[in-house]
């Protein structure tokens, strides 16, 4: 026969095997619920923490860090304002345009004249400022060491305004668009109509002083003005030419049908055309005045 404590002793160790093999979760024998996480051992006080080298030599986790919670804080960008660059291109504006192709009037007139003085406008003033304008500021701005653009700026303006005198009235509107050219020597004596192909001009001349001058053009090279010493032989206010059926107001005739005289043609179209032969005048004014001074045998001397 087994003894009481034999068999109570059994009774326990059943039961303690019975709790030590369970395969989910459950109560204990006290009626505790199991504990969810497996106590930490305490470190051994004897062992030496590991070293940096050896926590900088251990591999990386493989696992993808922890997202960031929803409630965390976005960072908050910088306020700094970047520095200026010390380098690179200037952000100056550029000077203000004063007058610039297309540009007319009376300013224009001045640059012109302003340029004249200076060496870089071959012509008189025409208060226009048209490509052979351009062509001058750009000459002026190269020499000056100026941004070369061909627009009259204020930096250009001041700059020729220092390097030029106040132009005088006779400068600034002259009578004819080119200079008049120098007079042939033949023209200083006596009542002369001194005319020059190269400038196209007419300067009418008495004892060597221009009483007046303007514009003129001549006949092209199928028929050309002549050149030389000639006579005025004839004077005709209100001609009309025969061969060619055209008028020919304040005609001064000087070498068979050639003759000074007022061109609609001429003050329409410009150097564009040419004449039959006859020196063409654009100003009729000027011509008709022209005409009243000038007598019979006065001198007509053409040349280059």
């Given at each position: 026969?087994?003894?009481r ?14 709790v030590a093999?369970?395969?989910?979760p459950?109560?204990?024998a006290?009626?505790?619920?199991p ?5 930490q051992?305490?470190?051994d ?5 590991p070293s ?15 997202s960031?919670?929803?409630?965390s ?11 200026r ?6 952000t100056?504006?550029?000077?203000r ?8 009037g ?5 640059l012109?004249a302003?340029l004249?003085q200076t ?11 048209g490509t052979?304008?351009?062509?001058a500021?750009?000459s ?8 070369v ?12 305004l220092?390097?030029?005198r ?16 120098a007079?042939?020597e033949?023209c200083?004596?006596?009542?002369v ?18 009483v007046?001058?303007m ?11 002549r050149e030389g ?15 060619y059926?055209t008028?020919?107001p ?15 043609d001429?003050a ?13 005048v ?10 009243d ?6 001198k007509?001397?053409?040349y280059?």
């Amino acid at each position: 026969m087994v003894p009481r404590s034999a068999r109570l002793a059994a009774v326990s160790a059943l039961a303690l095997a019975a709790v030590a093999t369970g395969c989910g979760p459950g109560t204990g024998a006290d009626g505790a619920p199991p504990p969810t996480r497996a106590a930490q051992p305490a470190p051994d006080p004897t062992t030496p923490p590991p070293s940096p080298a050896a926590l900088e030599d251990a591999e990386p986790s493989t696992e993808p860090p922890p997202s960031p919670s929803a409630s965390s804080a976005a960072p908050v960008p910088a306020t700094t304002r970047p520095a200026r660059p010390t380098t690179g291109p200037s952000t100056a504006p550029a000077p203000r345009v004063l007058m610039r192709v297309g540009s007319e009037g009376g300013q224009v007139r001045e640059l012109q004249a302003r340029l004249r003085q200076t060496g870089h406008f071959g012509r008189n003033p025409t208060g226009y400022y048209g490509t052979v304008t351009a062509d001058a500021v750009r000459s002026f701005q190269d020499r000056r060491k100026l941004p070369v653009t061909g627009r009259a700026d204020v930096v250009t303006w001041q700059r020729l305004l220092t390097m030029s005198r106040n132009p005088t009235a006779d400068e600034l509107d002259p009578p004819t668009e080119r200079p008049v050219a120098a007079p042939d020597e033949r023209c200083l004596k006596g009542r002369v109509l001194c005319i020059s192909k190269k400038s196209r001009t007419l300067a009418w001349m008495i004892d060597g002083k221009v009483v007046s001058a303007m514009d003129v053009r001549f006949g092209s090279e199928y028929t050309p003005t002549r050149e030389g010493e000639f006579p005025v032989y004839w004077k005709s206010r209100d001609h009309v030419s025969t061969l060619y059926d055209t008028p020919m107001p304040y005609a001064l005739f000087f070498s068979g049908g050639q003759a000074v005289h007022y061109s609609a043609d001429f003050a329409a179209n410009g150097y564009g055309g040419a004449s039959h032969g006859c020196v063409n005048v654009r100003d009729e004014k000027k011509v008709a005045a022209l005409f009243d001074q000038v007598r019979k045998d006065d001198k007509v001397v053409i040349y280059w």
